[in-house]
């Protein structure tokens, strides 16, 4: 008999609407939970040799205000500029090329260099989530300015140079790759069962149990079905909502609240600070109404089996495509044991 649980099989993820391998029976050595800690790396809560720190210079002239809460700034090194004339370039329909322009800025969370999201206090998680509400408002009212993405690079394994805790957020007008693969699913779902596709899964999920971390009244967080990544979420928004702005205030502190239990939870799970790249997926700002988009966060972290061991995408995922060998039930249970009290804290 075909064991769900033991033997190899794929399973399809609806938004980008690829299939991953899943192939459990390669994890048949017990789970030893073994942790394996570098030695803990203290930061200092001020480093004079930080560019985000406040005070201190940033590329060129720039220099940091000396700012207590949150703080934006315009990229000094943006992988978009804003007035670029539009011009598009095709050659035998093979070459095709077209001008983008955008805003790339940097949003750091707090003027302490060592503080995470998981450090965070409640008020001023809150604070962020304000903040990405305002650079999504005010990014998207620009006409030339059709998707917002925000999203956090944490740690050197996922390339973040600077332990200070910052986001990014890049604005452009055209739709990128991501979300425009989702958008198509979420469209297309819409047409065919008049519904929305992340209602349905995250009713499912709900349901289910065997998936949900944990959830409070607003939001969800699953191991999704068709995660690629060992330890991969999505932030599920329970209230069918297209962007963040729509969240109220209530929403918006629950928001703050289940980032700070997650990214507690990947802590703790090998006691590191765990590295991942988060973002969220959201409703373009192309002035258009979009009411197939569903609000939601990922989060995708690369280690799979201790602090030092990480998942790499390589060979058959190059060529052909992703394969996990831990199923998601197995991660989500990891996760949901993993308690929301940070080690630090214990
Ligand atoms: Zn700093
Ligand atoms: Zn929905
Ligand atoms: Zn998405």
Known sequence: MFDWNQDPHRRFNPLSREWVLVSP????????GQVEKPAPETQPAYDPNCYLCPGNARAGSARNPPYTGTFVFDNDFPALKGDTTHERFEQS??????TEPGVCRVVCFSPQHNLTIA?????????????????????????????????ENRGAMMGASNPHPHCQIWASRSLPNEPAREQAS??????????CLLCEYAKLERIGEKRVVEENEHFVTVVPFWAVWPFETLVLSKRHLGAIEELNSAERDLLAGILRQLTTRYDNLFEVPFPYSMGFHQRPTDKQPHPEWHFHAHYYPPLLRSATVQKFMVGYEMMAGPQRD???????????????IHYLDR
Request: net charge negative; glycine share 8%; hydrophobic share 40%.
């Open 326 to 340: 831990l199923t998601p039930e197995t991660a989500a249970a990891r996760l949901r044991q993993a308690s929301d």
């Open 186 to 195: 979420l469209l297309a779902w819409r047409d065919q069962h008049g519904t």
């Open 93 to 98: 329909g093979l070459l095709i090329a077209e």
């Open 119 to 151: 450090g965070m206090t409640p008020g001023d998680l809150r604070r962020v989530v304000d903040t990405w509400v305002d650079q999504y408002q005010s990014l998207g009212a620009d006409p030339n300015i059709g998707y917002v993405q925000i999203f």
């Open 25 to 32: 029976h390669r994890t048949q050595r017990p789970w030893q």
